[in-house]
């Protein structure tokens, strides 16, 4: 795992309103030398935003998997999930500010299931499970939504999302002016 703290050479993350951010992924076929070089890649440029994580469509690529990386103790453990699925979801619900790196500087709170179990591929193609609560949950179900096409912004009110969005696009041409 080592190999992919390496820069691998960042790549561009799309902004919303972009259209590959709506598409949903398709699955990875086994062993495939693209998903190899991507990871690395991914990481580099979620690292760099900085992020902890980071879904193949955001960077252009409409493939289901993502990286991550919660740093905790400011230490560097990053997954790579593949293929991965949703195996079980609370029914308790938990609420926390979330943020996009699709979606720069805007955040919004957002309710979602407080645990799951995750299932995924790793770079050699074996297979594993991953349970969560916390901001382990929280970002695990952000980056599967993005694989399915949807934001953060999808899960908060239509009045909040409108709001936020406005601002972002507001940004972004100030940005580009500038």
Known sequence: MNDLLADGGKIPIL??????????ARPVASNDDLVRDLAPRMLASMYAAPGI??????VGTS???FV???????????????????????AELSSREEGCLSIPGQYAEVTR???????????????????????LAACMQHEIDHLNG?????????LKRNMLMRRLAKEQRLKKGA
């Open 113 to 135: 299931p407080a645990r799951v179990k995750v299932r995924y591929l790793d770079l050699e193609g074996a297979r594993h499970e991953i349970e969560g609560d916390g901001l």
């Open 150 to 158: 949807i934001l953060f912004v999808d899960h908060i009110s239509a």
């Open 68 to 90: 991550m990386d919660l740093q905790e103790n400011n230490l560097r453990k990053p997954l790579v999930l593949i293929n991965p699925e949703i195996l079980a979801q609370s």
């Open 63 to 65: 493939l289901r998997m």
């Open 53 to 58: 994580g980071l879904a193949a469509p955001q």
């Open 15 to 24: 902004i919303a309103p972009h259209p590959m951010l709506r598409a949903v």
